[in-house]
């Protein structure tokens, strides 16, 4: 039924193409993202097709403009053969049957690259026991901080309050650069307090659950009791000037400090984040997958360059191309780190953090669950309302995003 209404609703949408003129045999990609990144991924479809006789064309679509073209695109009957997207889209599209069902078609693959998968990102792309697409790439939450003002970096949610009592003294504070009193940020508490957004096989939240009002606390005593900015604030900014010589972001940061703030290399580093109650360290981990649509021409094709594309070697290439773009894409199969040239130090640190991080839930509606998850937070830290009322309330919101989704 709600397959036939997204046809309804977007069928008198008038397709007048949705890529370049193709050939029968031609695999086609979509890849959510940069032109670059689609350039790396067109350099690797050469190697490809002088291995395999297969072409393959990747071409780049915005973020913004994705959904609404895939949706379109498969109204249309025109969908490309390969599309990349969000973590939490698979589930969302194969609902509706435009997917591939990859653990059903590709039984013995998908048993062979969940192997070499770190097992937090694979959690994300796997719904009721069916796979619709496989990890492209993730990212990833880590500590960044100044080597010459803190001795060390905290290692449990004591620690870090403890420091922050101290730089708070100073004038000088903690940043959160990558999901700043959002659901995003404040998952990673929820994790290492124990806590989850749903019970075990996603049937029911428990967001109102005593490890979660924990979470909630310490998240909100971050901004109201130890001053971090409610407004954002770039890693790069505060980190050169010292106001704020330790912070959480992304993977990509790396980088972004590298070339942003060369006056302070070598007086930062990186480190796993603090454990909580659970004795966890537990990081949001994001990413992209890719999957083949249902009324893809080439299936067969189509999963070839897939696995061809998680290869280590390929999975290595597109994490050194990325790094030129300022993307900074992490490798998903486990086996590519043996191969990364990276800093020792870095890579021992993203390792330890990938192998205990969580992303989304694989949920029908979550994108749009977010939202009330956010306007919780924020009216918990900016208008001081109770948590346990909001998290009691949030939970009868995020039940009620769970039934509409499933109807």
């Not at 790396?254 to 060369?262: C, E, N, R, S, V």
């Not at 997958?289 to 061809?308: C, D, L, T, V």
């Not at 998290?391 to 109807?407: C, F, I, S, Y």
Request: charged residues 25%.
């Amino acid at each position: 039924m709600r397959y036939f209404l997204v046809l309804i609703l977007f069928v008198t949408v008038a397709l007048t193409g949705c890529g370049q003129r193709r050939t029968s045999d031609e695999v086609i990609m979509w890849l959510v993202g940069s032109e670059a990144q689609s350039t790396n991924v067109n350099e690797l479809a050469k190697k490809f097709y002088d291995e395999t006789g297969i072409k393959v064309r990747c071409e780049a679509i915005p973020w913004g403009e994705a959904h609404f073209k895939y949706l379109t695109a498969v109204a249309g009957g025109v969908p490309p053969d390969i599309g990349t997207m969000g973590l939490t889209w698979g589930a969302e599209f194969g609902e509706l049957g435009t997917m591939v069902d990859l653990g059903t078609e590709f039984s013995d693959d998908i048993k062979a690259l969940e192997k070499d998968t770190f097992s937090g990102i694979w959690d994300s792309v796997e719904y009721k026991e069916r796979v619709y697409g496989i990890p492209f790439d993730m990212t990833i939450h880590i500590m960044y901080y100044r080597k010459d003002i803190i001795n060390r970096a905290p290692e449990t949610w004591e620690e870090l309050a403890s420091l922050l009592e101290k730089l708070n003294k100073d004038g000088k504070g903690m940043l959160f650069d990558w999901g700043s009193m959002g659901w995003i940020g404040y998952s990673t508490y929820l994790w290492q307090a124990g806590g989850n957004f749903y019970n075990d096989s996603c049937t029911e939240s428990i967001v109102d659950s005593q490890e979660s009002l924990k979470a909630m606390k310490f998240f909100t005593d971050l901004y109201t009791v130890y001053k971090v900015p409610k407004t954002k604030i770039p890693l790069e900014q505060g980190m050169r000037t010292g106001d704020f010589p330790i912070g959480i972001s992304g993977n990509w940061k790396i980088i972004g400090l590298t070339i942003g703030a060369p006056e302070i290399k070598d007086k930062w580093a990186i480190a796993n984040l603090p454990k909580g109650p659970s004795g966890k360290k537990t990081a949001f981990l994001g990413g992209r997958i890719m999957g083949i649509f249902s009324q893809a021409k080439n299936k067969e094709k189509a999963w070839e360059f897939i696995k061809f594309l998680f290869r280590p070697e390929s999975q290595v290439y597109l994490y050194k191309s990325s790094l030129e773009t300022q993307d900074a894409y992490l490798p998903p199969n486990t086996d590519s780190w043996k191969m990364l040239e990276m800093d020792p130090e870095f890579k021992k640190v993203l390792i330890a953090q990938a192998l205990d991080a969580q992303g989304p839930p694989p949920v029908l509606g979550w994108d749009t669950t977010t939202r009330h998850i956010n306007q919780a937070i924020q009216r918990i830290i900016l208008q001081k309302a109770g948590i346990v009322e909001e998290l009691r309330t949030l939970k009868g919101l995020m039940d009620l995003e769970l039934k509409r989704a499933q109807r």
